[in-house]
């Protein structure tokens, strides 16, 4: 895929900021409330979900204060584009899941489709509990499972398309230091 650096240039000028970094950081610090409250015991098995769980991960991991082991995996259906095709896994867990508890921790739950795969594919392998991690949850109707909700969400976002902390636009700004929706999308 080929892009022009300045229409790259010109989304990120003429994007809405929905959430600043401050905002972000402080939603971020709750879960880690949240989460230290929840997982301090179960001796937790940490999946960062590349490439869009990096920053969150990262700045969640630092605000938790009990062990856990940290490993990533990464399944995409996006594909540097503005809408989601199949799930493609590029990076399987390579650790063994039986009788853990994992946490999942990716940038968005949008249509559902990738942390449901993620979910059932830790349940297939033993895991004892799934627990899932989003900064951010879309809302509109066209989830995957209605039913199925993350267990800590940082916020809600309007039906746009985001960048920023960690999601990317055609490849780009995932560098973007908050959350911005792109114009028209
Ligand atoms: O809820 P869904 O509609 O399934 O979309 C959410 C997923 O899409 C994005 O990943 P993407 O496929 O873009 O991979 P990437 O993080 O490597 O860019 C995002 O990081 C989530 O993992
Ligand atoms: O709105 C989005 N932005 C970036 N990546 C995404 N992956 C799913 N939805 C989005």
Same mark, same amino acid.
């Given at each position: 895929?080929?892009?022009? &650096? ?23 610090? %709750?879960?880690?409330? =949240?989460?230290?409250?929840? $997982? ?15 920053? /969150?991960?990262? @700045?969640?991991?630092? $605000?938790?204060? /009990?062990? &856990? ?11 540097? =584009? ?5 799930? /493609?896994?590029?990076? @399987?867990? =390579?650790?063994? $899941?039986?009788? %853990? ?7 968005? /739950?949008? =249509?559902?489709?990738? &942390? ?22 879309? +809302?509109?109707?066209? @989830?995957? %499972? *209605? +039913? ?7 916020? *809600? ?12 636009? @055609?490849?780009?700004? %995932?560098?973007? *230091? ?8």
């Amino acid at each position: 895929m080929s892009v022009e &650096l300045a229409h790259i240039r010109q989304v990120m000028a003429e994007a809405d900021c929905l959430y600043t970094a401050d905002q972000l950081d402080a939603a971020i610090a %709750r879960l880690a409330g =949240e989460i230290n409250r929840d $997982l301090a015991e179960r001796n937790p098995l940490v999946f960062c979900v590349m490439n869009g769980g990096l920053i /969150f991960a990262g @700045k969640l991991l630092a $605000l938790l204060d /009990f062990p &856990l082991e940290l490993s990533y995996l990464h399944a995409t259906r996006y594909r540097g =584009e503005t809408s989601g095709g199949e799930l /493609f896994w590029k990076a @399987k867990p =390579e650790m063994s $899941l039986i009788d %853990r508890d994992v946490l999942i921790v990716d940038d968005i /739950f949008d =249509e559902g489709h990738t &942390l449901a795969a993620i979910v059932d594919y830790c349940k297939h392998a033993g895991a004892r509990a799934v627990h899932t991690a989003v900064l951010i949850d879309k +809302e509109h109707d066209r @989830k995957a %499972r *209605p +039913e199925m909700d993350a267990n800590y969400v940082g916020l *809600p976002c309007v039906d746009r398309y985001i960048f920023g902390y960690g999601m990317d636009y @055609k490849g780009y700004w %995932r560098n973007a *230091p908050g959350i911005y929706a792109v114009k028209g999308m």
